[in-house]
Every structure is written in structure tokens, then in C-alpha cells.
């Protein structure tokens, strides 16, 4: 050690079987006249420090939900007139009328806006998902319903890839279409004009083991035209509050990380090697019922 005695710091080792672990080093002096010799003390603290950062985490979700609830609120009265008026002007209006689309979207927008705000609201209060087999399909494609006009603005090429015959998986429908329309929203902003944003769902072959089914899983891949990810920006993907848009909140992909957490599910965003950042969900086809929900740590 350097310096004076005693000594304390946290660093990391390798253990016997190869992993890394947390440790507590401590040093001192024998206490003994006559003595020179220094004790080291050594401390496996990763299980400490896991519960710390999980602690931490809960913390910033609970910090996150309520600021996410007021938002959600605060937006539904106000939009329940816009909707309102909106829906009244598309119902007057002759199909032939110039402005009819325009109508039609700003509907879209509203009513894209007032599910996410219910979903938003049903998170931050710690509901419980409504578990149903659905196809994950259908639900990315009732998604892209709600963004056809903002990718149009963009000229955006959105290429869909559905796998046929894929198993179903038990999910809140409502709760996932929030993570999908998150994770294309996110796609068309980092997209540039005219660029191509990939849509794709498989059964990867590692869910086949000498032929035999073993637990398979569903993937869900988007993938955009943009610059991709910074190694700095990938270190805080999921923390609440933090985001790389000018006008962006920093909830989106911390309330999805949640969501897909609650679901036990996996959300993994990477750069591709051409260039672009890929957004990959896993779900697993196994039924899950609500005694087995929890929040990963």
C-alpha cells in the first residue's frame, strides 16, 4: 500500500473460479509493539454492492413513476377535448375534403397520445399486467398504424419482416405495443430523411435442441438508419432522465426497461456493424402468471 496507515479502498479482483468480484481491501498495522508487519484485510462485497445499485434503481422507477403519473394526468383532460373536436371534424367532414388527411392524423397523434398516457399511469401505480397469449406480430403491426404519418414526414422506408407461424406469448398487449411505439418512435427520430427503418420477428434456432423444443423464445429486432450509439450513451441507456434528444424527457426507455423487466422479458439496444443502432426484445413463450412477476434487479 501507499501512503499512510490505515488504509481502506474498494476495487475489483479475480476470484478462483475466474469472476470478477467487488472487494473491500483494509490495511493497518499489527497491533503488537515491536511490531512492523501490516494486516491486510480483503472483503467480497459484490453482493453488498448489487443490492446498493438495486436499491438505488428502485428508488429512481418510484422517482420516475411519479413524475411520469403527473405528466400522464396533467395531459388527459386537455386531450380529451382536443380528441373530442378532432373526432367531430372528421365525422362532418366530406371524404373528399383537402384537409380530411390532416384530420386523420392529428386524430392518430391524439389517440396515440391518450394510450400512452393510460399505459403511463397504469405503470406508475404498480398495475398489474392483464397476461394474454398474443402474437407479436399483430401487435407491431397495430403500432405502425399510430406512426404512418410522422415516418411520411420523414419519407422513411419502414421494411417489415414477420416470421410466419411463430408462438404466441403472454403479455399485456397494451403495456408491449408502449415499448414498440417507444422503440420506433426512437428510430424515426434518429433516422435521417428518406432513410430505412427494418422491422423483424423470428423463432432463432437456438430454441431447438436435438430437435427437440426447449423453452423457445420470440425476438422482436428494430433497426434504424441513424449514427448509432456512443460508448458513453451506452452505459445510461435505461437510467430515468437522461436522453440525448433536445426536447426528450429521458422516460421512454427506462419506463419500456421496466416494462419489459415486469414481463420477464429482455431489452438489449446495440450498434449494428453497417451502421445504426438495433433494438432487440426477447420474450419468452413460457405462460407466466402474476405470482411469478417481479422487477429484475
Given at each position: ?29 499489527v ?14 462485497i ?11 434503481e ?32 372528421f365525422?362532418i ?25 393510460n399505459?403511463?399511469?397504469n ?17 407491431v ?8 404519418f ?10 417489415t ?39 423483424a ?5 437456438e ?6 423444443s426447449?423453452?423457445?423464445k ?21 437510467e ?18 421496466h416494462?419489459?423487466?415486469r414481463?420477464?422479458?429482455?431489452i ?15 420474450f ?9 412477476l417481479?422487477?429484475?434487479?
Amino acid at each position: 500500500t501507499q501512503g499512510k496507515l490505515p488504509y481502506s479502498a474498494e476495487t475489483v479482483m479475480k476470484a478462483k473460479s475466474g469472476d470478477l468480484i467487488d472487494v473491500d481491501l483494509s490495511a493497518g498495522p499489527v497491533a503488537q509493539p515491536y511490531d512492523n508487519r501490516i494486516l491486510l484485510y480483503v472483503k467480497d462485497i459484490t453482493e453488498q454492492k448489487r443490492m446498493r445499485l438495486k436499491l438505488v434503481e428502485g428508488e429512481k422507477i418510484m422517482l420516475m413513476g411519479y413524475f411520469a403519473a403527473g405528466i400522464a394526468h396533467e395531459i388527459r383532460n386537455p386531450l380529451a377535448a382536443v380528441m373530442m373536436n378532432l373526432q367531430y371534424l372528421f365525422q362532418i367532414t366530406d371524404k373528399e375534403f383537402w384537409g380530411r388527411e390532416a384530420i386523420e392524423a392529428s386524430l392518430e397523434g391524439a389517440q396515440r397520445i391518450e394510450q400512452v398516457a393510460n399505459n403511463t399511469l397504469n405503470v406508475a401505480r404498480r398495475m398489474p399486467p392483464v397476461l394474454k397469449p398474443e402474437s407479436i406480430n399483430e401487435i407491431v403491426d397495430s403500432s405502425l398504424w399510430f406512426l404512418k404519418f410522422t415516418s411520411r414526414q420523414k419519407n422513411l422506408d419502414i421494411k417489415t419482416h414477420f416470421a410466419d407461424e411463430l408462438p404466441s406469448i403472454t403479455v399485456d398487449s397494451k403495456q408491449i405495443q408502449q415499448v414498440v411505439l417507444n422503440l420506433l418512435q426512437n428510430a424515426i427520430d434518429a433516422s435521417p430523411q428518406d432513410g430505412i427503418i427494418s422491422i423483424a420477428t423470428n423463432l432463432p434456432e437456438e430454441s431447438l435442441f436435438n430437435g427437440e423444443s426447449v423453452s423457445p423464445k420470440v425476438f422482436l429486432a428494430i433497426k434504424d438508419s441513424g449514427s448509432g450509439i456512443s460508448s458513453e450513451e451506452s452505459q445510461h441507456l435505461f437510467e430515468p432522465f437522461r436522453t440525448t434528444k433536445a426536447k426528450g424527457t429521458g422516460l421512454g426507455l427506462a419506463l419500456s426497461k421496466h416494462i419489459i423487466d415486469r414481463h420477464n422479458a429482455e431489452i438489449r439496444l446495440e450498434t449494428a456493424p453497417e451502421g445504426g443502432t438495433i433494438a432487440r426484445v426477447i420474450f419468452s413463450t413460457e405462460p407466466i402468471t402474476l405470482g411469478t412477476l417481479h422487477v429484475k434487479g
